[in-house]
């Protein structure tokens, strides 16, 4: 084709008119639109990345609501009755294979061996609720000749006495109950 048969609404028109020229002028242009369009489409990836990432950002930044309990705690402290307020112990003397069964009554010291056992607290479950008593014992040990020495302090559990357990070579001391103890009579469980 001559270059003068050429419209100029054709879109060869500008070009060099030869019969390969305006293919390799198309094909150009189409390389370039799918370059654009692929620019468009990574920036339009970015962009949906950027916003789903600050969205996450601020859901982190907000605080969590505070755990649900619907549990209410189970244990109480002994009911009110007559006598005093004990924790039923359970004491053994490794050297001398020594075990001995002793009440220490809460808020006050009680003696076992060398150990001076204090009781801070003795709590039980509810009657809705599995058995259990728990202690809060504070336990110094008063070897002859040495400075006194604590070795426990914390609560201790009936159920499970190796889960809080006084760590000593010589002495075990484990909690058994929290009872109500009088004078004249063997404490009883509440």
């Avoid at 053994?92 to 009680?110: N, S, W």
């Avoid at 559990?157 to 009579?185: H, I, K, Q």
Wanted: hydrophobic share 40%; with cysteine; charged share 20%.
């Amino acid at each position: 084709m001559a270059p003068s048969s050429l419209d100029s609404a054709h879109p060869c028109a500008p070009m060099i008119m030869s019969a390969q020229g305006c293919a390799r002028s198309n094909d150009r242009d189409l390389a370039r639109r799918r370059l654009v369009l692929s620019r468009a489409g990574a920036l339009a990836v970015l962009a949906v990345l950027v916003g789903m990432a600050s969205a996450a950002a601020q859901q982190q930044q907000q605080p969590l609501p505070p755990p649900r309990n619907d549990n209410p705690p189970t244990l109480r402290a002994i009911p009110d009755g007559p006598g005093k307020r004990v924790a039923e112990l359970q004491g053994l003397d490794k050297v001398t294979a020594r075990t001995q069964r002793f009440f220490a009554p809460v808020g006050e010291t009680t003696r076992f061996g060398t150990l001076d056992i204090k009781v801070g607290d003795c709590l039980v479950n509810t009657s809705d609720a599995p058995p259990e008593s728990a202690a809060y014992l504070t336990i110094v040990d008063h070897k002859p000749g040495q400075p006194e020495q604590k070795l426990f302090a914390g609560w201790m559990f009936a159920s499970t006495p190796s889960l809080s357990a006084l760590d000593d070579g010589v002495y075990d001391v484990r909690v058994l109950a929290c009872t109500m103890a009088t004078e004249s009579s063997p404490p009883s469980s509440r």
